[in-house]
């Protein structure tokens, strides 16, 4: 079965609050298998935020939900608390990242890495589904394709159920990636995460720290169309719903969309694919 889901991220705002609520009650009318909330930038509003967010989710929206857990930036104390929250909300996904560095924001000392994590909720947590996060083109920091490999193969023997991919651009990245995992003996389904660039701010922000390859077709998108704002949408959320196509037709595992709050850019995404989810199925 080929899942489809979407990632959003808690406001810091309550007019973004608000936003959000809205944007939820608009991604639940699709119908996704699960929707994952992202962290912000310290424990008070993961505990307070994530969990918030995950609750309405999961219990107005009826909608599986998935609550990303950063690895350096939690003790075992604030794990156990924030997954006994969950509990209580019903909410038994997570999504376990090592996490990115932030200079203003302490590291904690128990989960070095994310594979970590992983195993101490699965020792003590077995009833949770857990998540990790991979890289089809290699984290940054990853020696090589192998040394990456590696890294995912002991998250997977941790206790990950499943693992989805930072964003890419190329398709054949996630295939040679796919490959790759097959050879290793990396046997859990695969999810390609795709995120619809649909301003010129985020394409370069993408360009400017990310390093996934970006094709000449992708390039000549944003040369063409930089200075008008409503055809470069369009034209990333064509570009998204073609790999999608490409990508459900090669028996991807599942669609996870990075949403960027934008539940429009999501709407016109299914509308285009939703067909395809029924026909693998």
């Known amino acids: 079965m080929t899942t489809l889901s979407y990632e959003v991220f808690p406001p810091n705002s309550t007019v973004g609050i608000n936003h959000l609520n809205q944007v939820l009650t608009s991604l639940r009318d699709l119908s996704p298998d699960f929707i994952s909330v992202t962290c912000n930038s310290n424990t ?29 930036y939690l003790s075992r104390e604030d794990v156990d608390r924030i997954l006994e929250q969950l509990r209580v909300c019903h909410v038994d996904r997570v ?13 904690k000392t128990d989960f070095a890495h994310a594979s970590d994590l992983i195993a101490y909720i699965k020792q003590n947590y077995p ?34 159920d499943q693992i989805i ?14 490959e790759l995992c097959a050879i290793g003996g990396i046997d859990v389904p695969i999810i390609a995460g795709i995120m619809p660039v649909v301003n010129e701010r985020q394409a370069n922000r993408i360009l400017r720290t990310s390093a996934v390859t970006v ?32 990508l459900v037709t090669n028996d991807v595992s599942g669609i996870h969309l990075y949403t960027m709050n934008h539940s429009d850019t999501a709407r016109q995404v299914k509308q285009n694919i939703g067909s395809l989810f029924r026909v693998c199925c």
């Open 44 to 72: 008070k509003q993961l505990a307070h935020e994530t969990v918030r967010v995950a609750d309405y989710v999961e219990n107005d929206c009826q909608v599986p939900a998935m609550a990303h857990l950063p690895a350096w």
């Open 215 to 246: 094709p000449e077709k992708f390039k000549d998108i944003l040369a063409k169309y930089h200075d008008h704002p409503q055809a470069l949408k369009q034209a990333g959320i064509t570009y998204a719903i073609d790999q999608i196509v490409d």
């Open 127 to 160: 009833d949770f589904q857990i998540t990790g996060a991979c890289y089809p083109e290699k984290h940054p920091e990853s020696l090589s394709m192998v040394d990456e490999i590696q890294h995912l193969k002991l998250k997977v023997e941790s206790g990950c």
């Open 165 to 178: 991919t930072q964003l890419f651009l190329d398709n054949h990245s996630y295939y040679r990636f796919r």
């Open 95 to 107: 999504l376990v990242l090592r996490g990115d560095e932030r200079p203003k924001l302490e590291k």
